[in-house]
Structure formats: structure tokens, C-alpha cells
């Protein structure tokens, strides 16, 4: 651009601004590509795509010239959507790890009731944990809704599955530990 004009006519000139002006094009494409959240089955929509395998394998090997060489350019908007697609994967597959990190920790804590032990639910932590059931199944529920849970959507309904099993269980132990420490005096 502030070279002088006799040199912007030469073929290496007009050659080298073409060369830089479609490295600037595919440029964000590239950032795009080299996200965390790029997984392999995202590497292999872009494969099936472009028509060029990448060796996911060899990732840290793939050399530039091998990822330029699939004509990026010409399935942009489709690369976009994947990416796209990509990140709102991985907010999805994080969602799930945080609740099953949740639920493989959570226990249940017992009370004492009159002179028998340790032998009824202590109350303020089945409030809580009730609570916690109630927001991970509202959020899986959610997650299910969305059209980029696919890869995730076995292992999201099988926590929906657990944790509403685990509700219901939970409900009815209530029920019968209410009942049982009303009529417990009746038949002592």
C-alpha cells in the first residue's frame, strides 16, 4: 500500500498481495479451528466436508500447508456452523461433567430420633439436596432441548433417568419416615 507504483504492477508484487490477502481470509477460520473445544468428531465433519483427512492422531504433526490445501474458503459458512456447533458442545459436555461431579460426592446425612439412634434423614440437608435435584434436573432437561446435545444426549438422559429415580426415591422415604415418626409413639 505505500509502495510506489511502478512496483505494485510487477507480477511478484501482485502474486504476494494475493497470496496475503487470501491468508487474511482464512485467517479467522484458522483461529476458529484451533479452539479447545475442536474435538475429534468435529475434525471429522470438516474431513467428510472438505474431502481432506486430518489425521486427529497427529494433530500436534498437521503442518499448515495440509489444513490451507482443504480450500477452506469455499466451505466457510459450513466450517462456521461446525465450530459454532463445537463450542456449544463443550459448554454442554462441561455442564454435565459439573453435575455428575456433583452427584458422585453427594451423601446423605442421618439424624437422631428420641432414644433409637441415628435412624431418620437429618432435614436440613435433604431441603438442600432436594434443591440441588430439582436445579440439575431443570438444567439437563434444558440441555436436552438443544439441538447440539447429540453426542451427549444418551449420557444426559441416563443422569435425567438417575436423578429422577433418585427423586422419587427420596420423596417417598419422606413419606414414610413422616408416617413411621407419628405412628412410632402409637406402638411404643
Not at 85 to 102: C, G, N, R, V, W
Not at 129 to 145: G, P, R
Not at 170 to 179: D, P, R, S, T
Amino acid at each position: 500500500r505505500h509502495f510506489p507504483c511502478g512496483l505494485k504492477i510487477l507480477e511478484a508484487y501482485l502474486e504476494l498481495s494475493q497470496t496475503i490477502e487470501g491468508f487474511l481470509e482464512v485467517l479467522p477460520l484458522l483461529t476458529e479451528l484451533s479452539k479447545p473445544a475442536m474435538r475429534d468428531r468435529h475434525w471429522k465433519k470438516i474431513s467428510s466436508l472438505t474431502g481432506k483427512d486430518f489425521d486427529v492422531n497427529k494433530f500436534h504433526e498437521m503442518k499448515l500447508r495440509s489444513v490451507l490445501e482443504a480450500n477452506l474458503l469455499q466451505f466457510r459458512e459450513d466450517i462456521e456452523e461446525i465450530t459454532d456447533s463445537a463450542e456449544k458442545q463443550l459448554s454442554i459436555e462441561k455442564k454435565l461433567t459439573e453435575i455428575q461431579s456433583l452427584w458422585d460426592t453427594q451423601s446423605f446425612e442421618f439424624a437422631t430420633w428420641k432414644d433409637r439412634g441415628e435412624v431418620i434423614l437429618a432435614g436440613s440437608i435433604v431441603g438442600e439436596i432436594i434443591e440441588q435435584l430439582e436445579d440439575s434436573q431443570a438444567a439437563l432437561i434444558q440441555m436436552l432441548t438443544q439441538r447440539h446435545v447429540t453426542p451427549f444426549k444418551e449420557q444426559a438422559n441416563n443422569w435425567l433417568k438417575k436423578l429422577s429415580d433418585v427423586n422419587d426415591t427420596l420423596e417417598a422415604w419422606i413419606k414414610v419416615q413422616m408416617l413411621w415418626m407419628s405412628l412410632e409413639a402409637v406402638f411404643t
